[in-house]
């Protein structure tokens, strides 16, 4: 099956009577140079077990079942099904799932596999972080990230301590693992051209743990409370969580109770986490 182009795409689009969901965050890619440039930067190989999520109209699915990969593809909306299984028909290793992937039964999905799974996507823009949140915390079989997402979102999701952009799931992403920016996509390669740029965000999981927490839940609940009260120093932002306790704490965790939460890294969270238990 050849990569599809803006002129396959609007031929099909118009044919199944398709307009992309503003409220499913659509935009589907038309470029076959950008869906070859993903597939690149995600590895993916001859044999490897792919997920996608939103494959839309699957120009991206056939760029990844070129690969000799396994792909299975969960699409949310019913109504480019059609659309979809005509432009995956014949293509070995393509499994098409109807389903959302923030409630989807994951193990089931995903079974196991010897070297894991790889999560290749462009994600629907208007649930992108809730669902690489997901993804993090509920697959462990996935072992490696490489989606698309609007371009604030990904620096977001790879930002480090102290700019602006670092928020509670940049702790959360660098708990699970390393993430990095690896490219930024232009609104023109997709039908219809979104009003932001967007970026190519790459996660590798880490083999275990950074950073040693009694759980991820304490961890991450501390976190939330510290970033929501960003303005605030960490000796009133904790104190939902913590209480009377918030200075001993912080003094026992070696951290500046004068401290905001976007000055600490993962490793001074888990020190505030070890030291509330």
Request: aromatic share 4%; no cysteine; net charge neutral.
């Amino acid at each position: 099956m050849p990569l599809l182009t803006p002129a396959t795409i609007t031929e099909l689009v118009e044919r199944h009577g398709l307009r992309p969901s503003r409220a499913l965050g659509q935009n589907f890619l038309a470029d076959p140079n950008t869906a070859r440039r993903i597939v690149r930067l995600a590895a993916v190989e001859p044999g490897d077990h792919v997920v996608e999520i939103g494959p839309g109209i699957g120009s991206l699915t056939v760029a990844l079942a070129d690969t000799g990969a396994s792909v299975t593809a969960l699409e949310l909306d019913r109504h480019v099904l059609p659309a979809l299984a005509e432009v995956v028909a014949g293509l070995p290793g393509v499994h098409v799932v109807q389903g959302d992937a923030l409630s989807a039964d994951l193990d089931a999905l995903l079974p196991a596999q010897p070297e894991g799974w790889k999560l290749v996507a462009n994600l629907p823009y208007n649930v992108a972080t809730p669902i690489v949140a997901r993804f993090l915390e509920d697959a462990p079989m996935v072992r490696s990230l490489l989606f698309m997402v609007q371009r604030e979102v990904g620096e977001r999701l790879a930002a480090s301590p102290g700019g602006r952009e670092y928020g509670a799931i940049s702790v959360k992403v660098a708990f699970y693992g390393r993430a990095q920016i690896v490219g930024l996509v232009p609104p023109t390669v997709f039908l219809p051209p979104p009003k932001v740029e967007s970026a190519l965000v790459r996660i590798v999981r880490h083999d275990a743990p950074p950073v040693d927490v009694p759980s991820p839940a304490a961890l991450f609940g501390l976190v939330r409370a510290g970033f929501g009260q960003r303005r605030k120093m960490l000796r009133r932002a904790l104190q939902t969580q913590l209480g009377d306790r918030t200075l001993g704490v912080l003094e026992a965790a070696g951290v500046d109770p004068r401290a905001r939460a976007e000055a600490l890294d993962l490793e001074a969270w888990a020190a505030i986490t070890r030291a509330a238990a």
